[in-house]
Structure formats: C-alpha cells, structure tokens
C-alpha cells in the first residue's frame, strides 16, 4: 500500500514537473510592482507588505535555508537538483518565471524580493492539478487581473471573476508540497481537506483573508465584505494566542508532604482549520511545560506520563537528543555533532510534533531532503482534543500554596537551530499560546 502510494506520488511529481515548463516563459517586465497597485489598493497593499507573502523571499531564514544548505545540497546531490527552481517557485514566484534561477541573494535587490505579489495570486487562472501541490498554478500576465467578484469596477485595469481563487485548492497550490522523495512535506490542505471544516465550506480564505465593510480601492463603491490580505499564520502571537484550548485539572487540592497530586491537562484545537503545527512541519514545535512552584518560588518541571505509542520518544524533550546532522553534511562541517534535537525545552515536556527524517535515518530540518515522515504524527488536529498526564509528590519542608502552573508554548524552529545560524531571536523564540493554574493548600 505504502509502495503504491510513494508510486503515485512519484507520478504527480512527473506531471508537476511538466508545470515546471512554467518556469523561464514570461519576464519580469510582464509583471507590475505591488507599489502600482497600492497606488489604487491602499489598505490591500499595506495589510500584504506587512504579511509573510511579501517576505516570502527576503525573510530572514528563508535566505539562509535556500542560499546555505538547499542551494548548495541541489548543486551536489542530484536526487535534490530539481529544488534549485523548486524552492523558487513558491517563494520568489516572479524569478521563477523569469527564469532568473538561481535568484540573487536578497540584498542584491531584485525582483525576486517582491515574494508572493499582487501579480501572482492576482494573474493565477487555475492549476495542472485537481488537488494542487509543488507551485502547479497556471498563471496568465497580463492587463486582466483575476478577481473573486462579478460586479467588479475597476480602473486602468480589467477583471475577470474567478471561483478558483476563492477555494481552498488556489492556497494549495503553494501550501502543499511532495518532496523529491515522494512524501508529503507539507500538507496545510490536505489536513484542511480531512478536517470538518471542508465538510462545513468554511476556506482558508475565510479564516486569513477576514471580511470587513469597506473599500478594495479608494475610489471603489463601499462593500460589506472586502476580503483583508492579513495572512497572519505562527508569525504572528495575536493569532497563536488562545489558538489552543488550555484546561488544568488535580485529583486533590489540600495535600500533605508525601501526597503524590494527579495532575490533568486538556488541549482543544478549536480554532485551527488543520494540524498545529502545521506548514513547515519540519521545524514547527508546539509544547506543553507543566511545573509545580511553592511559596518560596522553587520549582520543579513535571515530566509527562509515557503513553507508549511508536515514535513517542520524539515527543517527549530530551536534552541529550541531537540531530539535524544533514546541516553538518551539506555544510561540509568537519566533526558535526549536531545539534540539540529539542532546543532548549525543559527535559519531559511534550512535543505536539511531526518529525522528518532524511535517507539515512536521521531526524532533519531539510524538508526537500525527507524520505520519511509517517513514524509518529502527535500535532493536534482541527477540533481534536489531547489529553497528558503529570504526577507530583509533594515534597517535604515544601511551604505552601503550591501552583501548578501549565504553559503551551509554539516557536518557529528548534533554538539550536537558530542560535546556529544566528538567526534574529524573534525567528526562533518560544510563543506563549496558553496556560492554566491549580492552587494546592497545604494542610
Ligand atoms: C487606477 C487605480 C487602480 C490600480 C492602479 C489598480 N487597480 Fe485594481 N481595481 C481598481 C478599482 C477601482 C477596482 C474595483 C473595486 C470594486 O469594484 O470594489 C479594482 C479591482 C481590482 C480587483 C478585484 C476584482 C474583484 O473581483 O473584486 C483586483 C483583483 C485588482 N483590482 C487587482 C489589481 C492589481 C493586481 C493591481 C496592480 C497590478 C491593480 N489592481 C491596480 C483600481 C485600480
Ligand atoms: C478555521 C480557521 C482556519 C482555516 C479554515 C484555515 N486556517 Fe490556517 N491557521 C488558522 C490559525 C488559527 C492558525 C494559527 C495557529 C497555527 O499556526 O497553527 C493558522 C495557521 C496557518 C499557517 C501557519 C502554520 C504553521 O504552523 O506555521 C498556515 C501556513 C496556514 N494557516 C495556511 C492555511 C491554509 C493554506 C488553509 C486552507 C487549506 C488554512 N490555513 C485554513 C486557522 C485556519
Ligand atoms: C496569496 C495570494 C494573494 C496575494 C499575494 C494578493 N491577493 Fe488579493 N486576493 C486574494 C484572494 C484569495 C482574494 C479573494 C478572497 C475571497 O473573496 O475569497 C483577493 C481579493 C482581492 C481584491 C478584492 C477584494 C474584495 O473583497 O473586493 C483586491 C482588490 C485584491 N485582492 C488586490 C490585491 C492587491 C493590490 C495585492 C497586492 C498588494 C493583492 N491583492 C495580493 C489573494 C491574494
Ligand atoms: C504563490 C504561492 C502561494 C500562494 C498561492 C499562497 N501562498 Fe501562503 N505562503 C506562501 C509562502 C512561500 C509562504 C511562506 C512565507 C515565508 O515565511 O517564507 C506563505 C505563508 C502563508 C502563511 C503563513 C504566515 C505566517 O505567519 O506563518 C499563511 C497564513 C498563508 N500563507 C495563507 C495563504 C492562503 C490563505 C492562501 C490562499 C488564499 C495562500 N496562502 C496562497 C506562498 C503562497
Ligand atoms: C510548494 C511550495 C513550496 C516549496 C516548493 C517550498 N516552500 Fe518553503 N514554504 C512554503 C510555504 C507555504 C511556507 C509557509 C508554511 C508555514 O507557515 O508553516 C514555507 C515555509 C518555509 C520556511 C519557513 C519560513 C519561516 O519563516 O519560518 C523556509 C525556511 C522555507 N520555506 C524554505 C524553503 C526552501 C529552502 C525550499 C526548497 C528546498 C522551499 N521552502 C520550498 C512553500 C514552499
């Protein structure tokens, strides 16, 4: 089944690279600068520059994971040659069409640097595919932009109503990726797609593109529902915050020395119309510390009870775990030891994670360099619910009352990672995403 399944995908990824045939066919020249469309689609134009979209090339990170290791691992491993456009094509679209591959680095300045634009999603006709993935979009430049509405008013330009970019499949095409090995690396619709919010119709759109009264141009009539371009994700804490339902719950509140507390935690993904983590799945870590502290301020960090699934130790902090061991290969680091696998995440926290492994074995960053990725998936899906479990002996000479205190904490990548690169510290710091307290008294 398993073996069908890599075939298949293998077969997608054939028919994609037939949409590679996109690449190189227009020039920069074809597209217009999101600055002229800003002139007319001010508030539009603001809430894109300040998204991820129009970062999606110049991000800090971004940089470094394409010009330091996918960049120079395509030019030596043929397996991973086709990322070399790969990465382009959904993340400095404008060059991949221009063929300007590979792009310069982000502060030569060009074009590349406009990531996802207004041209892009705006000239997007359809994709090759019924379930997009791997930039399958077919894209027509031009004086005609594709719009969502029938009753449009433009000026200087021209429009064309199209139900394809109000669905959820117009996303896809960027928001799902097959990697050269043939597993899904990132799979945001798909796990949209199984979710109830496909069943219910409620989009991606409908939950990153918020509806409001107002204007889509300054000298547009007035609407109900002008479609916001926020595109807030995990980059942003106003939307982390409270994405995930927080409840703590002990067996007993007034406790001796001796006493050992059961301790409940329940997490509810209520908000999330796919995993979370969800994306770059590779690097994404949602966590849960649990840490009992007295009167006097001394803590002590639970660790969580073993459940004894497959793969469960990938999911519970380990400060002596390393990996991502391919960055030291491709590098051509002498003597790489790795790095730590967990960050620094408290030794027995749960990990809501997906882990990634490359061919030989080793748990990795490199999504384009994944060959495995069904070991153990513990993210929390759209409305599901998880349960942990902690204990805690109340110690002796403890002076009460005690806190039990729970904090759900989200970063961007490993802090290893980050601290290896020398990224900017907001890249890879822990984002508080809820918590909850229990008082015990002490008798
Ligand atoms: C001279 C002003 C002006 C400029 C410049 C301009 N537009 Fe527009 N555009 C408008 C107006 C006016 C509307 C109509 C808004 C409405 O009907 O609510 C519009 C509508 C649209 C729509 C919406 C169609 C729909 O279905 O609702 C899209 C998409 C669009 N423009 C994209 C662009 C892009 C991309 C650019 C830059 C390449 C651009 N526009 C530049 C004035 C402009
Ligand atoms: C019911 C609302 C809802 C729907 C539907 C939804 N999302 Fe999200 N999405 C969220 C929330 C809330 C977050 C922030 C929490 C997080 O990062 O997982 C988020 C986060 C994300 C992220 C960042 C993921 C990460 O962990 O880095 C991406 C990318 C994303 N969404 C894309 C999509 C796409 C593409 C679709 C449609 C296939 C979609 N979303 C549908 C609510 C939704
Ligand atoms: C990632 C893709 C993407 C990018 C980038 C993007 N848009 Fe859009 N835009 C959309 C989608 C999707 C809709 C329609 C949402 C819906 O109605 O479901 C939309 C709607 C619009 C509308 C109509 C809004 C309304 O409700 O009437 C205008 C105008 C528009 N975009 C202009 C722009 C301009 C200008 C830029 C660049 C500054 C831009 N867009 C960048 C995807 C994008
Ligand atoms: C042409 C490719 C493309 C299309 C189409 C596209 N995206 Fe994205 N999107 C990206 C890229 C690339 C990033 C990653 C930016 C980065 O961090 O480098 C991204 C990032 C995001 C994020 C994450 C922001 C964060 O804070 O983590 C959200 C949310 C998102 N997109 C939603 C959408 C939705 C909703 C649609 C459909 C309406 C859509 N995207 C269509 C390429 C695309
Ligand atoms: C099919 C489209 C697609 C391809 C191909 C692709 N990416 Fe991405 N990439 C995305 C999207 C969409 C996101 C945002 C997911 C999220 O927010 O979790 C993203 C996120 C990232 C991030 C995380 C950004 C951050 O700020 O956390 C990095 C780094 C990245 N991509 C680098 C690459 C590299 C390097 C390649 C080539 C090996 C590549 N991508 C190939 C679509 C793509």
Not at 203 to 215: E, I, L, W
Not at 326 to 333: L, N, S, T
Request: hydrophobic letters at 35%.
């Amino acid at each position: 089944m398993k073996k069908l399944w890599s075939w298949l995908i293998g077969l997608f990824l054939l028919v994609g690279t037939a949409q590679a045939a996109e690449m190189g066919k227009f020039k920069y020249e074809d597209f217009k600068k999101p600055q002229k469309c800003g002139a007319c689609h001010k508030e539009i134009f603001q809430e894109w520059k300040e998204s991820l979209m129009a970062q999606a090339f110049t991000h800090e990170w971004d940089q470094v994971e394409y010009f330091k290791l996918a960049l120079p691992h395509a030019l030596k491993e043929p397996k991973v040659a086709g990322v070399k456009a790969g990465c382009i094509g959904c993340h400095a679209p404008l060059a991949f069409l221009s063929g300007d591959i590979p792009p310069k680095e982000a502060s030569a300045g060009t074009r590349a640097n406009e990531g996802v634009s207004c041209e892009i999603c705006h000239n997007i006709t359809g994709s090759t595919e019924k379930e997009p993935f791997n930039f399958s979009y077919v894209i027509e430049p031009g004086n005609t932009k594709v719009g969502p509405r029938a009753d449009a008013k433009p000026m200087g330009h021209k429009v064309k109503q199209s139900d394809f970019i109000k669905s959820a499949e117009f996303c896809a095409t960027c928001h799902d990726e097959a990697s050269p090995y043939g597993v899904w690396v990132k799979e945001t619709y798909r796990e949209w797609k199984a979710s109830p919010y496909a069943k219910e119709g409620v989009v991606c759109q409908d939950c990153h593109m918020h509806r409001a009264p107002g204007k889509a141009a300054t000298m547009g009539p007035k609407r109900a529902d002008i479609a916001h371009h926020v595109f807030q994700g995990s980059h942003s804490p106003a939307k982390l915050a409270g994405a995930v339902d927080l409840a703590l719950y002990v067996n007993k509140k007034n406790v001796s020395p001796g006493d050992r507390v059961k301790i409940r935690a329940v997490l509810f993904n209520g908000k999330v119309g796919h995993m979370i983590p969800s994306g770059s799945a590779e690097e994404r870590m949602l966590w849960l510390e649990v840490w009992a502290i007295d009167a006097n301020g001394k803590s002590w960090h639970l660790p969580v009870k073993k459940k004894g699934f497959p793969g469960e130790e990938y999911t519970i902090a380990d400060p002596n775990a390393y990996a991502y061991f391919a960055i030291g290969e491709i590098m051509e680091i002498k003597d790489f030891k790795g790095l730590k696998r967990d960050g620094n995440v408290p030794a027995g926290a749960r990990i809501f994670r997906r882990p990634f492994f490359d061919p030989k074995g080793r748990m990795t960053v490199c999504q384009w360099y994944t060959a495995k990725n069904d070991l153990v998936d513990y993210r929390i899906g759209p409305r599901e619910t998880k349960i942990e479990e902690y204990e805690f002996e109340i110690p002796e000479g403890v002076k009460g009352p005690v806190t039990i205190k729970a904090n759900l904490f989200y970063a961007q990548i490993p802090s290893s990672v980050g601290e290896f690169f020398k990224l900017p510290e907001e890249e890879y710091k822990p984002i508080l995403v809820n918590s909850a307290e229990e008082v015990l008294n002490l008798k």
